[in-house]
Antibody
């Protein structure tokens, strides 16, 4: 069945770079796009960006200068990198196909 | 970017009551191929969001038929016909017609 699982550090220092991995199973990344969504504590969902099935990407306008999304189709993994982290980047980070969602990973940015 | 405005922000209901949530878009979500990429999600406390409705009115897999979606262009509605306790949480609309995709701010459904 379709599964997505996020992994990465739970604590990152301000000004550093966040690196997260989304490992998928049950489908091929060449057939479906994968989206990253984040949710600050107690707040709503924020769409961050997508890597399409052809490998192209689109990003949230507000994050575009700091964000990159890549993938390794042979490993069924999608990667998120975001630099210049600030404390307001503290959030649960999800990867999703829109139908299926990972459990999310809580990332805290410490000053 | 497309702005989705959800109303109300909070909804209090009793079990069995029917309720509706509105989602209005700052621009039409109808694309050139005639598709409208408007989705509804429910996020229960402590859980990941769950897909309820896709393409305005199509029920997600395993979603009870007390949920229904309607609308076109810029105005969309999610209706729950007979709220059950398991329906409590925050509802979000999301558009995927125009990149970057965007979410509404959410509507919290709570028990009266």
């Amino acid at each position: 069945q379709v599964q997505l699982k996020e992994s990465g550090p739970v604590l990152v220092q301000a000004s550093e770079t966040l690196s997260l991995t989304c490992t998928v199973s049950g489908f091929s990344l060449t057939n479906y796009g994968v989206i990253w969504v984040r949710q600050p504590p107690g707040k709503g969902l924020e769409w961050m960006g997508i890597i399409w099935r052809n490998g192209n990407t689109d990003y949230n306008s507000a994050l575009k200068s700091r964000l990159s999304i890549n993938r390794d189709t042979s490993k069924s993994q999608v990667f998120l990198k975001m630099n210049s982290l600030q404390t307001d980047d503290t959030a649960i980070y999800y990867c999703t196909t829109m139908n299926y969602w990972g459990q999310g990973v809580m990332v805290t940015v410490s000053s | 970017d497309v702005v989705l405005t959800q109303t109300p922000s909070t909804l209090s209901a009793t079990i069995g009551q029917s309720v509706s949530i509105s989602c209005r878009s700052s621009q039409s979500l109808l694309d050139s191929a005639g598709n409208t990429y408007l989705y509804w999600y429910l996020q229960r406390p402590g859980q990941s969001p769950q897909l309820l409705i896709y393409l305005v009115s199509n029920l997600g897999s395993g979603v009870p038929n007390r949920f229904s979606g309607s609308g076109s262009g810029t105005d969309f509605t999610l209706k729950i016909s007979g709220v059950e306790a398991e329906d409590l949480g925050v509802y979000y609309c999301m558009q995927a017609t125009h990149a970057p995709y965007t979410f509404g701010a959410g509507t919290k459904l709570e028990l009266k």
